[in-house]
């Protein structure tokens, strides 16, 4: 699940109008045509984690539609002129694909952007250390949707990287993880949503798909299984007739 992340406490991503704006100069179409495994576009509660609780494909596509003329006119309100130093754009050898395109769509936009690629496949210790302009790559760590609309966006949370901090944000989190009510939690869960839509505290953009295969044999095996190493095979058997 990858987002571009921002130093929300830091100028000039502590202006709302610079996060909206990086938002609407981000095409996730282009970074999924750079993907050599496919990808899907990617809201802030992902729908591969969210299930019911997720906005649906439609709506998450709608909702972070690209529209570089408005984000150059909210990023103009600001005041923002090019930069002569160029923003730090942090990740790791492994989604250099992905990174040159966002890249190209910050320029884009009129922001001067050098890519900083560390070596290896795995950028979560990259996006640890929290010591970034920008940054780009799946921040992991849970499947549930307190992570994706809680721990990473909560003022001080261990999980918010980007040093994003709102105190209305907080207290309609604290709501819903007291909400036992499914139906209530929904409603909570989409309203952060919508919030966080308006004030981008970092910019969703895709989740890679990845496919596993099994034998016609395996019965009973459990596809969204948590585990990379058993992948559900505690509750699978072998079928003698199953090819």
Known sequence: ??????????????????????????DRDDIIAAEAGGAVHQG????AVGGENAWPAEKTKATFKADLAQAKKLLAETGFTTNATPFVLKTSQGYSNDV??????????GMNVKIDLAPGTAVSPVLAKKDFDLAFGPWSGGRLPDFWLGEVVRGGGNRNITGYADSKLDGMIATQIKEVDTKKRKVLLDQIQD??????????????????FEACRVRNIRNPHNSWSTWGASEAWLDPQGC
């Open 1 to 26: 699940v990858f987002g571009l992340w921002m130093k929300g406490a830091s100028a000039p991503w502590n202006d709302v109008k610079v996060r909206r704006a990086v938002s609407l100069a981000i």
């Open 44 to 47: 802030f509660l992902p729908l």
């Open 195 to 212: 919030y966080l839509v308006e004030n981008m505290p970092y910019v969703p953009t895709i989740t890679r798909i990845y496919y596993h």
């Open 100 to 109: 040159e395109v966002v890249q190209k769509q910050l320029e884009a936009l």
